[in-house]
């Protein structure tokens, strides 16, 4: 595929985004935030492709399929007025067959068609299924741009007052004082806690938190680190209790990871450096 194949989908993406137009301010807030979601990814799938130095040809492949992962959003969002998979649809298997029944992806190779069908399909999967090499290396580049505006999306929605949230962002959960105590030992296992053990706010950011061990680039890591996301994150939950020691031992295994160390010390040299004296 080549550029103007992309830029192509593109358009198109963004014209049957706009036949989900929703009359009511408050609904098409939600609209509206998977369509900046979706750019988002577009550009941090950019910046993965950079940092884990992909081909050109491979790099397009990456970003058509950020740019149609939450294809099946809009839908869901239409017909059953929520984000919550648990209660309505699962959005990436309803994205892959509208693509599909939409032939979105005519004229790419069929090759190319099957690794972005199979990553719209699975990007949302608790755990990577079992797939050729190849399909698993394209699923994982969009799971972690996915991942990396996701935060970004939800500690906004966190600052927000609750009259301009896009309200479907948060699940319809309830705020909840502290956190699950099932979540816990799932984190100190260093596991992605499965959306099934969520129910307030508090458990999905920690659940939000949890995805760091779920990262699959180095790029990825850093750019989560450099965000500080780790760090807004645990500051929208519980200061004691057993959510704090969650978060302790999230913060504790971001730190202790090898390469994030090697990168914040490379930076601060960087920093410190002073400018050569002619
Ligand atoms: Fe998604």
Redesign the pocket.
């Known amino acids: 595929m080549t550029e103007e194949d992309f830029a192509r989908l593109k358009g198109r993406f963004l014209k049957y985004v706009r036949t989900y137009r929703m009359g009511d301010p408050s609904e098409q807030r939600n609209i509206a935030l998977k369509r900046t979601h979706t750019l988002n990814v577009c550009r941090d799938m950019g910046f993965i492709c950079r940092g884990e130095g992909l081909d050109e040809k491979d790099a397009l492949i990456a970003r058509t399929a950020a740019l149609l992962?939450?294809t099946?959003?809009f839908p869901q969002y239409a017909k059953f007025r929520t984000f919550d998979d648990r209660t309505s649809i699962n959005?990436?298997l309803i994205?892959a067959e509208v693509l599909l029944k939409e032939r979105f992806l005519e004229g790419l190779s069929r090759s190319e068609q099957s690794l972005i069908i199979r990553s719209v399909k699975y990007?949302?999967a608790y755990a990577i299924p079992r797939l050729d090499r190849r399909a698993v290396f394209f699923l994982k580049l969009l799971r972690d741009a996915?991942k990396l505006d996701i935060w970004k999306v939800m500690l906004q929605y966190f600052a927000q007052p609750a009259q301009s949230r896009a309200a479907a962002a948060g699940l319809g959960l309830p705020e909840g004082a502290d956190v699950s105590a099932e979540i816990i030992p799932v984190i100190l296992e260093n596991r992605v806690v499965p959306i099934a053990l969520v129910k307030s706010l508090n458990d999905y950011k920690l659940l939000l938190l949890s995805w760091v061990f779920g990262i699959n680039f180095k790029t990825t890591f850093r750019l989560f680190s450099g965000r500080h996301y780790a760090r807004d994150l645990a500051s929208c939950l519980p200061q004691t209790g057993e959510g704090r020691r969650a978060v302790l031992h999230i913060e504790d295994f971001v730190s202790s990871c090898a390469f994030t160390k090697k990168e914040l010390g490379k930076r601060k040299r960087k920093r410190n450096k002073k400018p050569v004296q002619k």
Do not use: A, V
Request: glycine share 30%.
């Open positions: 992962h939450d099946g959003r959005h990436g994205g990007h949302n996915d």
